[in-house]
């Protein structure tokens, strides 16, 4: 049995649940303080952890019991208070601290938190170390004597320097004079560094989102709610809405007609322009296997190619780190770019975006044309049991015959959830009447094979 499969409180991004509940408690908060003290002090000096936070209520609750378990266990806490995920990644990595540690379940409802980790470079831990954390939360994991004991110290300017690193970000030659932006910051972790970043660079920024009061983090708005933000930009006749979520780590463009530019899209304008430049590293972008089939054919028309992984940013790092690749993300707007940053930051993305707007001349919905999306649809529904595909005859026939069907002009995509007990039936095609008809006939195969015994 291998590490990662010991797992049972880490799953694909860290620790989450309901606030309060098992596993969001304080005790194991404090549990996984020790065994992260443990697992990156010591080396002949006392370990430095950092931990940040979004704008959730519960985060008081967590970061003090954290921040106790790892002084308790003698290393220090350097705390940051709220920063975007990919900030604590870049003030980790920045500070030379031992590990981050970040408070945040991201675009969820505000009863529900999170914790994460990064190890010292900034990037998330494997499965194993999470594995090995575990193991030692289940143990005593006996805390040091009195005179062993961390010490808990604020790092006030954590916001001045994330801030200093985006604006390094976008070119120095370039500014942002007379553009007028609506920023939608979802009550969350940005609410502060995302409009600060924008105006210095000289844009005309019109926030919101930027009044948290611990409970109203993505409520109603940000990347998972952008309708009011494109309300916005609209009325002010803006060039640009940048809707990002409660922790900063994916965004949703709107352009100046207010349609919404999503992660792929984002990927296929920034892709094409760094395979023009020659920057790109072979040539390919790494995205997940639900990213448009438009995807693929706008980087193939650009002399590139993509590289698809499971879903997850985690696995489009992975992915990445492996093959030395520098683009990446999701549909979902997480955008990586591993020649300025470790893991997803939609303020970045938006620089990244706005870079080539201001350089070309030329307004969102023009760059969108980049790429053409092909009509997608997607069935959900519960299963009895996961058993594999390749056990069902009748269901990889059924795929092959619409894959056959679609030829190069579609993709089929079947798969069973990673957290629920559903099943998955994506296809994409020219046809969006002939696709749903494909989709509904393989989904009524894989029904009915499943409750065949």
Request: aromatic share 4%.
């Amino acid at each position: 049995m291998g590490a990662s499969s010991q797992r049972k409180l880490f799953g694909t991004d860290g620790i989450r649940g309901v606030a309060n509940q098992h596993p969001m408690t304080a005790e194991v908060a404090l549990r996984l303080g020790r065994a992260v003290a443990h697992k990156f002090g010591g080396r002949g000096r006392r370990g430095r952890i950092v931990i940040g936070k979004d704008t959730r209520l519960s985060g008081y609750m967590l970061e003090s019991a954290l921040e106790a378990g790892i002084v308790s266990a003698g290393a220090d806490v350097m705390l940051v208070g709220p920063l975007p995920t990919p900030g604590i990644a870049f003030i980790t990595a920045s500070m030379r601290a031992d590990a981050g540690v970040v408070i945040s379940a991201s675009h969820n409802p505000f009863q529900d938190n999170g914790i994460k980790l990064f190890a010292s470079d900034g990037f998330k831990l494997p499965d194993e170390m999470e594995a090995e954390l575990e193991a030692f939360m289940a143990s005593d994991g006996s805390a040091v004597g009195a005179p062993e004991i961390g010490k808990a110290t604020r790092v006030d300017d954590a916001d001045g320097r994330y801030v200093q690193f985006l604006k390094g970000a976008f070119p120095r030659a370039r500014t942002l004079d007379g553009v007028r932006l609506v920023v939608d910051c979802a009550h969350g972790a940005a609410y502060q560094v995302a409009p600060k970043v924008f105006s210095e660079l000289g844009a005309n920024v019109v926030r919101m989102g930027v009044k948290p009061d611990g409970r109203n983090i993505n409520e109603g708005c940000g990347a998972l709610h952008p309708e009011g933000m494109m309300a916005e930009v609209k009325r002010h006749r803006a060039a640009l809405g940048i809707a990002l979520d409660g922790d900063a780590d994916r965004v949703i463009l709107v352009d100046e007609n207010g349609r919404a530019v999503d992660g792929d899209e984002i990927l296929a304008i920034l892709g094409s322009r760094m395979l023009a430049a020659g920057i790109l590293p072979q040539n390919t972008v790494v995205a997940t296997v639900m990213s448009n089939l438009g995807l693929d054919r706008a980087l193939a028309k650009a002399g590139g190619k993509l590289l698809r992984t499971p879903v997850g940013d985690r696995y489009v790092v992975e992915a990445m780190r492996e093959k030395h690749l520098l683009l990446g993300g999701e549909q979902s707007g997480h955008l990586v770019f591993l020649d300025q940053a470790t893991t997803g930051d939609g303020v970045l993305a938006a620089l990244r975006v706005l870079a080539v707007m201001v350089e070309e001349g030329k307004p969102l919905s023009e760059l969108a044309k980049t790429m053409r999306r092909y009509p997608q649809v997607l069935l959900n529904f519960e299963v009895p049991e996961k058993r594999p595909l390749e056990q069902m005859p009748a269901v990889t026939g059924a795929i092959a015959a619409v894959e056959d069907a679609l030829g190069n002009e579609g993709r089929v995509l079947v798969r069973y959830s990673g957290t629920e007990k559903k099943a998955r039936v994506m296809i994409e095609g020219q046809d969006e009447a002939l696709i749903r008809r494909q989709a509904e006939e393989i989904a009524d195969v894989l029904k009915k094979s499943l409750a065949t015994n």
